[in-house]
């Protein structure tokens, strides 16, 4: 008895009780609670082993830094929920944890952007990037691909090897042509070219196992309307994956691209997918141009 009063009287203060339900959520390091915080690293530290020494969180060294995961039983958990509306800030500390996470997630992305900026810099037999993708679509398991807004369809043609069955949409009528005649002369049975709209997508509700757009959204009129045509002509389970510029200022893209949207960031990617209905939605930056006007590319992932 006297322990978990021991805990609810630590939990009680307020800096504590914040920081128990934000280690609920994501294991976090001593500078990332300072700035969810809005606290001295000594302040920080001192919450840290009182609540470590009374056995309701646990610490590990990265490297140079100190992270903590919580340790507090279920049952403490519940109660600290149930009063969290309680405390104002508890609520605003989830939006503050979620920038802290993307920060977390950028230091990453620099990295294996570097790591794959150095890929193919030293010459070595056999390795290469179109090695490496028809290996991966290799390991893809057959499916129903619906690629939305194709264009000519060379990722329709590469997706078939694997597929089931690719329906390739796009709203161009030279386009669609041009890629189911690409398609007949090299016996591509299992790739079909449809014409059709972004926003109203010629395929029967529940059908696809994943529907792709690539550089394809920032073409439509309505990207939110667009993603919930995808979303009904998936199965359930079906996935989604959107990959599109990130947010820009080269306006001439309008004219040189025909581009309606100067890309997206990935807050309004993640609202439109979730706006749709999927679930475990992802985003992630994956590929940053050298060249001006160095173009992000952002890749979206969700699960119908």
Known sequence: MASILKSLRLAA????FRMLLLLEREELSVAELQEILSKGQSQISTHLAQLKQAGLVDGRRLGKNAFYRLKAPAE?????????QEIPEAELDQEALRLVLRKRRDLMRRYFDELAGRFGRQY??????????????KLMPPMVIADLGAGEGTISQLMAQRASRVIAIDNSE???????????????????Y?????????IRSGTVDLAFLSQALHHAVHPGKAIGEAWR??????????????????????????DLWLGFTELELERYLKGAGFKNVETTVVFKEQEPPHFETLLATGEK
Do not use: C
Not at 76 to 84: C, E, I, P, V
Not at 124 to 136: D, H, N, Q, T
Not at 175 to 187: I, K, N, P, S, W
């Open 13 to 16: 203060d307020p800096n504590r």
């Open 76 to 84: 403490l958990m519940q109660l600290l929920r149930q009063a969290a």
């Open 124 to 137: 070595v037999p056999g390795r290469s990037w179109k090695g490496i993708a028809e290996a991966l679509l």
């Open 174 to 192: 030279k386009m669609v042509e041009f890629g189911a005649e690409l398609a007949r002369t090299h016996g591509i049975a299992n790739l079909e």
């Open 194 to 202: 449809r014409l059709g709209d972004l926003e109203d997508v010629p």
């Open 233 to 258: 002509i998936l199965k359930k389970g079906g996935r989604i994956a959107i990959l599109d510029l990130s947010r820009h200022h080269f306006e001439e893209a309008r004219k040189l691209y025909a």
